[in-house]
């Protein structure tokens, strides 16, 4: 009630409620117009596990075959252009993601694919809204600010717009990091962390783009002398995985599953996609323009530079013990938000609805850290201009790039100068 009243008494907060229900709408309108390719696939690939002729939703013989097969059934099943869009966009599958994800997207199974895919979009908007809206208030933003940043999100923001048409996870990804993030804002000791760890671990093994945030949370957590946190953080994260194994080996009915995955994924080398197909990582745009093969080296060293700088600013004093929800929560987030840019940096494969995984880092950096420091106000316009690189729309339309190339090297520096800021960050004197 509160917060309607001030959302209804603040005119930037009414205005920044009206462009982000703008946003919205205009998201939902994309996806309507949109065949979902990836998440064709995900749906597809859900409903064959388990049959007789296919042994294993990895095994490369089959892809071809239930491509054709699902390709004449868009035609027989039911009646949507949609699904026969999308259909031939995968006359061959290539089933990459996780046993646990494609366990997830059983649920839809029993639908047609208007109906999941209507189902689809809802949740994914309401986690894109919950999770931008969350992260930023959790960090200290105002209602106007939070509602201003889902209104970028969703009017300029070309790596929501690329999810939204393709129908990948990136907005449940997000939702999953606030509820994470809200989780180990509590006491160090308090049974908030366990869970926490748990979701985690779930998260991981769910899409494990967010695994380079594991080392940096856990060196955060030692240097800061939390070990409290990390013990339990850890127990919960390894009761999620065996939660997540024991729920794809009852889905699947094996564990099997998950080294089919990897060695489906060993023969399936993401560096082989160009960036004419969309991969914009950096190491794939060396190679293409200057034929460097960075990405066996690239993690490592932003890795490394990120434990640098954790260890730069660790503590100089033994923990008070007294707890306090903002700092923990700029804290985690920061280590989270480099892992999540390291491995957006050194990826051989990086598409681009992947930068969905920036807005956490850019809302670390936007806000008001309350010291009132000049250098705070330069962090601020430096984050703001690293967003919009990483946008796309809004340079690309001003500018006119229309070339591949220049529009992955506007993101990868984009995606530098916000991992510079928040290195900045992981290296402040924490008390």
């Not at 070309?158 to 994470?180: C, S």
Request: aromatic share 8%.
């Amino acid at each position: 009630m509160r917060i309607e009243s001030k959302v209804l008494r603040d005119p930037a907060t009414l205005l920044a409620a009206v462009l982000a229900a703008a946003g919205l709408v205009q998201t939902w309108d994309l996806g309507r117009r949109s065949p979902g390719s990836d998440f064709y696939q995900f749906w597809i690939v859900a409903q064959v596990i388990g049959r007789a002729d296919v042994p294993s939703i990895y095994d490369e013989e089959a892809h071809p075959r239930l491509g054709a097969e699902f390709v004449r059934r868009s035609f027989t099943d039911d009646d949507s252009e949609r699904r026969r869009a999308a259909a031939r966009e995968w006359q061959v599958l290539e089933p990459t993601a996780t046993p646990l994800l494609y366990s997830a997207f059983r649920l839809l199974g029993g639908l047609d694919y208007e109906q999941a895919h209507l189902l689809f979009r809802a949740v994914s908007l309401a986690a894109l809204a919950t999770g931008v809206v969350a992260i930023a208030l959790l960090l200290g933003h105002s209602a106007a600010a939070a509602l201003m940043m889902l209104a970028v999100a969703t009017v300029a923001f070309r790596p929501l717009k690329t999810g939204v048409q393709v129908g990948n996870v990136n907005e449940l990804q997000l939702a999953g990091i606030a509820a994470y993030l809200w989780l180990s804002s509590g006491r160090d000791g308090g049974r908030r962390q366990a869970v926490a760890g748990a979701l985690l671990g779930a998260l991981v093994l769910f899409k494990p783009n967010l695994l380079p945030a594991l080392p940096l949370l856990a060196a955060s957590w030692v240097l800061g002398g939390r070990r409290g946190k990390l013990a339990l953080q850890a127990a919960g994260a390894a009761a999620g995985g065996l939660l997540a194994l024991a729920v794809t080996a009852a889905v699947f009915g094996s564990p099997a599953a998950w080294t089919d995955w990897l060695a489906f994924m060993r023969v399936f080398p993401p560096a082989k996609i160009p960036l004419r197909f969309g991969n914009v990582g950096l190491s794939r745009l060396a190679w293409e323009t200057m034929d460097l093969r960075l990405a066996p080296w690239l993690g490592g060293l932003f890795l490394g530079l990120a434990l640098a700088c954790l260890w730069a600013g660790r503590p100089r004093a033994e923990p008070t013990g007294a707890h306090d929800a903002g700092r923990a929560m700029a804290a985690d987030t920061t280590a989270l938000s480099a892992g999540c840019l390291a491995y957006l940096l050194s990826a051989p494969l990086v598409w681009i609805h992947y930068l969905l995984l920036a807005l956490p880092a850019a809302l670390l950096l936007l806000r008001d850290s309350g010291e009132g420091e000049p250098r705070d106000d330069a962090r601020r316009v430096l984050a703001a201009l690293a967003l919009v690189a990483v946008a796309v729309d809004p340079v690309a339309d001003l500018l006119r790039i229309r070339d591949m190339y220049q529009q992955a090297a506007l993101t990868a520096a984009g995606l530098a100068v916000l991992f510079a800021l928040t290195l900045r960050e992981l290296a402040r004197p924490r008390p």
